[in-house]
């Protein structure tokens, strides 16, 4: 049996995605929601992880990501992300935790049962619909921390409550966003907003 913990932070999605999993003869699984999900690899001892990254709502899942792989390499649990398509800023993001296979969101549920089999073997599995998406992600031209600075920005959030979800200061933040600004070629904040939710950094 192939164990697996489905990290989602709403409830009934990911219980309605372990349900399907659960049909298939040689999986068992579980389910967390991000703040549970150290706690629930720690606990299950899953085989393979299989993260929905993809919360507009919160910075759980990218904040998180870090920690989390780096229980997963301890345990030997390989990472399986469900990527939504055209979203290359968010992939580029996601690929610094080295995870092991990458599934679209946008593919049919048998793509992710094939994944789910690779990763459990201990082999790299990347989802052909994701080609173009990896390759736009290469030419991201904000670093990690700006695409989280932005990313809480295009959702409205304030500097204040942009340096407190990342634990940085306000001048800091205000720095991030001069720089977002300046790389983006944008005229202000709005602007810079608009480009990167168009190229699909945000």
Request: charged letters at 20%; glycine letters at 6%.
């Amino acid at each position: 049996m192939i164990k697996v913990l489905v990290v989602h932070d709403a409830c009934l999605l990911r219980q309605a995605l372990a349900m399907l999993l659960c049909r298939e003869h040689d999986l068992e699984v579980n389910t967390a929601s991000w703040s549970d999900a150290v706690t629930g690899l720690v606990s299950w001892q899953p085989r393979v992880c299989v993260l929905d990254v993809d919360a507009p709502e919160s910075a759980a899942p990218i904040s998180q990501l870090a920690l989390l792989a780096e229980h997963a390499a301890e345990r030997k649990c390989g990472l399986l992300v469900l990527a939504p398509p055209s979203r290359p800023g968010l992939l580029y993001r996601v690929s610094q935790a080295q995870a092991q296979g990458y599934v679209s969101k946008g593919e049919p549920c048998e793509a992710l049962l094939g994944a789910i089999r690779h990763v459990a073997q201990g082999e790299q599995f990347v989802d052909t619909s994701l080609g173009w998406d990896f390759l736009q992600a290469a030419r991201v031209p904000l670093t990690e921390r700006e695409l989280s600075v932005l990313s809480l920005a295009s959702q409205g959030a304030s500097v204040a409550e942009i340096a407190g979800d990342l634990h940085l200061t306000n001048g800091t933040v205000r720095n991030y966003l001069s720089a977002i600004t300046r790389k983006t070629g944008a005229r202000n904040r709005v602007d810079a907003i608009r480009i990167s939710q168009k190229a699909g950094w945000v």
